[in-house]
């Protein structure tokens, strides 16, 4: 059975809390990080979440909602925890950690969505979204494991752009 409109407002409105967390984490992060690969791609990420979060804020207002202006609870406390990481003068590698977590977050929160039935335009949009999500959080990977040395299985592909927002 099809939802009901409000339910996919909903189910968007959490959607762009979980960017608002990604952008507000990277952001963080991008302050706390000495690599200036990481900051660059840090970076990188938050255009990407950018232009999702309003891809979604639009679908939102096509379906006569409001979008969501906050991250959630969860983000909140990842965010605290990167700043905790910052003041105690972390290495790399642990805010690395941390950021590869909240992506991790952010594709349970994509499948959860993806579980409902959305109608066919949301739907794609969301698909699409949780393709570079897991894109995201590949890259977040891949950048783990060259700062702490290890690197990707071979054939692995690590650089990849999330698509562009449907």
């Avoid at 990080?33 to 900051?39: D, L």
């Avoid at 794609?124 to 702490?148: C, D, F, K, M, P």
Wanted: hydrophobic share 40%.
């Amino acid at each position: 059975m099809p939802m009901k409109n409000d339910d996919v407002i909903s189910v968007l409105n959490d959607l762009i809390e979980t960017c608002e967390d990604g952008i507000k984490g990277f952001r963080v992060a991008s302050d706390a990080v000495k690599s200036a690969e990481a900051r660059t791609v840090f970076m990188g990420r938050i255009r990407l979440i950018e232009q999702a979060q309003s891809d979604l804020e639009a679908a939102v207002r096509r379906l006569g909602g409001e979008p969501a202006d906050r991250g959630s609870i969860a983000g909140a406390m990842h965010r605290g925890w990167l700043k905790l990481e910052d003041l105690a003068g972390r290495d790399d590698d642990a805010i690395i950690a941390e950021c590869e977590r909240g992506e991790a977050a952010a594709v349970e929160r994509y499948e959860d969505a993806l579980e409902k039935d959305l109608p066919p335009d949301i739907r794609a949009l969301v698909e699409a979204q949780y393709r570079g999500t897991l894109q995201n959080r590949e890259r977040i990977s891949a950048l783990q494991h060259g700062i702490s040395g290890v690197r990707p299985a071979p054939g692995r592909v690590v650089d990849r752009e999330a698509p562009p927002p449907v």
